[in-house]
């Protein structure tokens, strides 16, 4: 892992271990969103408006007893280079700390991601935004195996 990528992650450990939580889908970015059914979406905020300038969004997938979670990203159209969506698992969370950290992919732009299986039953995905252009944003479905 690169340094840029070391320290991204270490920013978002820090802002999550200080952010609220709430459960389900919501367009604040202020809060941590947690999803614990088996099956759901995760949009960006306001989706399909653009989405805000200068947010960081955490979503985090936990459903019990699931041996993957499977990321089905619908639309994906974000600001190139600027805006992005990272994705990991292993992200675990005792007494506002968090233990381990497991950065799977990042994706940027206007693109087709791929299907992620992701092992366990548990994954986090972070939205970052900049100051400037916002766009359509993403849809994701994810489903628990």
């Not at 320290?7 to 969103?33: E, R, W």
Request: aromatic share 14%; proline share 3%; glycine share 8%.
């Amino acid at each position: 892992m690169d340094l840029r990528n070391y320290m991204f992650i270490i920013i978002i450990i820090s802002l999550y271990a200080h952010i609220p939580s709430i459960q389900g889908q919501s367009n604040d970015c202020s809060v941590a969103q947690f999803f614990r059914t088996p099956i759901g979406n995760i949009t960006s905020p306001q989706y399909p408006g653009a989405y805000g300038h200068q947010q960081t969004c955490i979503y985090y997938i936990d459903v019990a007893d699931a041996s993957n979670i499977i990321l089905n990203f619908l639309v994906f159209h974000i600001e190139y280079k600027l805006d992005f969506l990272k994705v990991g698992t292993g992200l675990q969370i005792y007494q506002n700390e968090i233990t381990y950290v497991d950065d799977i992919d990042g994706f940027t732009g206007n693109m087709n991601v791929p299907r992620l299986v992701l092992q366990g039953g548990q994954a986090w995905i972070v939205f970052t935004t900049d100051i400037n252009i916002s766009e359509d944003g993403f849809y994701i479905t994810y489903s628990a195996t």
